[in-house]
């Protein structure tokens, strides 16, 4: 916990001048309703009309002073929070996507969206109201207590008696809360993630009738919230219900000892309606405290959830001292790769494959789904790392190869058909940014994007709406294709490129592929082996090992499981 608080305060101490000046107003705030208490018994026992004139004046100068010093504190505060919960964000995006790629395999992305806009939004909510509200009430309970000892000792006395008491119901509920909050901010998190992935499976929810089904699922996910949190609420209310009650009730008693005090002549009514003032100041005051406290601990808890998202680290990292690589003169090799999932330990995705890929030469990789052809893609890019074996480019270990570097000569083209929200040139200048309008153009040209772009009204400029909804598959594909040509990678992998397209579709972008490979080391994932047929070798995959190598004719010579699945796609 103490760490958390530290990283915190890392965040805080850049901008620590806010932070000073509003709680420079919170205790000036504080010492004037301090002062309105003293100005209220000298209001009451005034003697003259000249008298009361005077400190009626001056009380009202210590109001306009309160609520000058209040604007100051939120105004300061405000920004200082602002600027702390931004810094935190950038950090945390920061972190996560430097994380290895299956981290988001194990980990909800609406748990991660939950972290970085929600429970920081809750946070900065929290160092708002709390913070420095924690430190007003502090003060003004200090102050009171002196001033009521100041006024009358033996009244103070009574009141002083349920201190420990107070501290005991605060300290022993308050873990209890924090606790429960953590808990409850997680099982929110669980109904976020679940909403996110019905909504971008409607379709196939729809299709398959299942609309009541997934709403009974989200009832279970509710109540499981609603649980969590009826359990919050019901010990937050009985830590502020305990100490409403214990304060309620020294005030009455307070109250008749007082009224004795005046009749006996030891204090004036003046006094007396001070002090039950600072009495009110004081109950308030330890109040507000046990609200602040439970917001801090449930703050806590949210600052315990984000750091330790920030504070991941990647288990794929360069080398201590990198090689730099910028083309591919030999070729890439895989050598006695063993690789498995986490989720899998019992059964290896891939075992014990080695093959070569020539540099200049297109390759296909074929085989049944699950085989393990996607899982080569992700090794070789070190997405992940092999357990056993090696993958070598121009005979070097990738691992000691700069991650940035190694990435950098691959060109991808995904079957996810992955769009940005945002408009048609930003798409493409993710292959380049920086590039020109010329260098866009011509790439959007080989792509054979250009008769759609041009029959947009704003051509380039058109916002292809989130996830490019906006487009067909096949619009979106041949976007893709010109972002590729635009970086013009030094290796090209086509992962099931053209899987998901009517024919129409897929002969252009076959088109635009066939220019994009030539002259260029080549991958070409794919179940379609009519697609593989225009590589110069097709390495077959079968439950995570290398079949067969060969050509197209040289396989189905073979009789093999190539062979097989020729015939099957071909009947």
Known sequence: ???????????????????????????????????FGRGLSNIIDSGTEHDFTTKLLVAILIVLA?????????YFIGIGSEKVIARIRYDLYSSITNL??????????????????TDTSVL????????????????????????????????????????????IIMTSLGKKVRSYARFAQDKLSELASFSEENFRSIVTIKSFVLEENEKIRFKEHLNSVSKSYVKLVLLRAILVTLVITCVIGSLVVLLFFG????????????????????????????????????????????????????????????????????????????????????????????????????????????GPSGSGKSTILKLLLRFHDPNKGSITIDGHNIKSIALNDLRSLFGLVPQ????????????????????????????????????????????????????????????????????????????????????????KSENLVQKALSKLMQNRTTIVITHRLSTALKTDKIIVINHGKVEEVGTHDSLISKDGLYAKLAKIQWN
């Open 1 to 35: 916990m103490r760490s958390n608080i530290r990283q915190l305060f890392y965040y805080i101490k850049p901008n620590l001048s806010y932070f000073i000046i509003a709680f420079i107003a919170v205790l000036f705030s504080a010492l004037t309703i301090l002062l």
């Open 66 to 74: 309160i609520s000058l010093t209040a604007f100051t504190r939120l």
């Open 100 to 117: 290895q790629p299956s981290f988001f395999e194990n980990t909800g992305v609406q748990d991660v969206i939950s972290a970085l806009v």
């Open 124 to 167: 900065q909510s929290i160092i708002n109201s709390s913070l420095l509200t924690i430190l007003r009430n502090f003060v003004i309970l200090i102050g009171s207590v002196a001033m009521l000892l100041y006024t009358n000792i033996q009244l103070t006395a009574y009141a002083a008696a349920i201190i420990p008491i107070l501290l």
């Open 259 to 366: 009224i004795k005090e005046v009749l006996s002549n030891n204090i004036t009514i003046g006094e007396l309606s001070s002090f039950v003032f600072y009495s009110a100041l004081a109950a308030g005051a330890i109040n507000n405290l046990s609200d602040n406290i439970s917001d801090l601990q449930r703050g806590l808890g949210i600052v315990e959830r984000l750091f330790e998202f920030k504070n991941m680290k990647s288990s794929i990292v360069d080398a201590d001292d990198p090689i730099k690589i910028y083309s591919v003169q030999k070729g890439i090799s895989f050598n006695g790769v063993t690789f498995f999932y986490e989720s899998q330990l019992d059964k290896p995705a891939l075992n014990n494959v080695s093959f070569s890929i020539e540099a200049g030469q297109a390759v296909s990789i074929v």
């Open 416 to 503: 996810d058909h992955m769009i940005f929200s945002c408009s048609i040139m930003e798409n493409i200048l993710y292959g380049k940014p920086g590039a020109e309008y010329e260098e866009v153009k011509q790439a959007a040209i080989s792509a054979y994007a250009m008769e759609f772009i041009d029959k947009l009204p704003d051509k380039f400029d058109t916002f292809v709406g989130k996830r490019g909804l906006k487009l067909s598959e096949g619009q979106k594909q041949r976007i893709i294709i010109a972002r590729a040509i635009l970086k013009n990678p030094q290796v090209l992998i086509l992962d099931e490129a053209t899987s998901a397209l009517d024919y």
